[in-house]
């Protein structure tokens, strides 16, 4: 059960990374771009078990 549960949060950070990914290279407003970064950052790091 512990394992479906991990899968299903590393899934959730994945789509929200996407989610944030993809608004970062639509946006055309670097104070934007910059805090989009500063978000996606430690989503990035979970997915590769970083931090």
Same mark, same amino acid.
């Given at each position: 059960m512990a394992s479906v549960i991990t +899968? +299903?949060?590393y899934a959730l950070c994945v789509y929200i990374a996407a989610f944030l990914a993809l608004g970062f290279?639509?946006?055309r407003d670097?104070?934007?771009a910059a805090l989009q970064l500063v978000v #996606? +950052?430690?989503f990035v790091l979970r997915? #590769?078990?970083l931090k």
């Open positions: +899968l +299903l949060y290279a639509r946006t670097w104070q934007k #996606l +950052l430690p997915v #590769l078990r």
